[in-house]
């Protein structure tokens, strides 16, 4: 089971889940998005959120509002950080996590830490929390289908540029031929006419021979 929630309408329009338990934390981890932004907080058991950012858009675009929202389910998602104050919530994106046979079952590491960032919670706003949980909607969606579909999208997508960048190639490479024909063609001219009029000239002088021999 997944938990979906509506972030606040002015931070834009973006989705925060979190996984029910381990074993869907851990389905989460594995079909992840290239725009998931994964949220724990630090150093104590807590739920792993997520939220999906739009296409193309990293890190840096997540807002204030938009933080402050992700952070505080997050902490009201741990059984020993919703009961502290000033706890520390980390967050980084999906392609940073770093899983290996050894972790136990929801257990995550990082490939480059320095791509963890942190952002300090003071306390629980409840008015936060429950606007969030008045929007919670709870599915048991096939992670594993959602990413193979995206993936095969994006896989269509790819082909259908490529055969697009091909059929640009090949109209420029067409267009280049002609216009070398062309050249070719005006210089191929410019020769004959340079020769007729060698000719003329040479016909000319014979002519005047001719004459001055008569006279």
């Known amino acids: 089971m997944v938990f979906y929630f509506k972030a606040r309408p002015e931070a834009g329009d973006y989705t925060i889940f979190m996984g029910i338990d381990k074993y869907e934390n851990e389905e989460l981890i594995k079909y992840g998005f290239p725009e998931d932004i994964w949220f724990h907080v630090d150093k104590t058991s807590s739920a792993h959120v997520y939220v999906r950012l739009q296409k ?15 952070a505080q389910l997050v902490k009201a998602n741990s059984i020993q950080g919703n009961k502290m104050n000033n706890i520390d919530v980390v967050y980084t994106p999906w392609s940073n996590l770093m899983k290996t046979a050894s972790m136990d079952v929801g257990q995550v590491g990082f490939h480059n830490p320095k791509m963890v960032r942190t952002v300090r919670v003071e306390k629980r706003i409840n008015e936060i929390v429950n606007r969030l949980n008045k929007t919670k909607v709870e599915r048991k969606p096939d992670l594993k289908a959602e990413r193979e579909a995206v993936n095969a999208a994006e896989k269509a997508e790819r082909k259908l540029q490529l055969r697009e960048k091909k059929r640009r190639e090949e109209m420029e490479k067409l267009d280049k031929e002609r216009q070398a024909e062309v050249r070719s063609y005006k210089t191929l001219m410019v020769s004959e006419k340079m020769t007729s009029n060698k000719q003329i000239a040479s016909a000319g002088k014979s002519l005047q021979e001719l004459e001055d021999d008569f006279m």
């Open 56 to 70: 193309g858009q990293t890190i840096d675009y997540i807002n204030e509002g938009l933080l402050q929202d992700c």
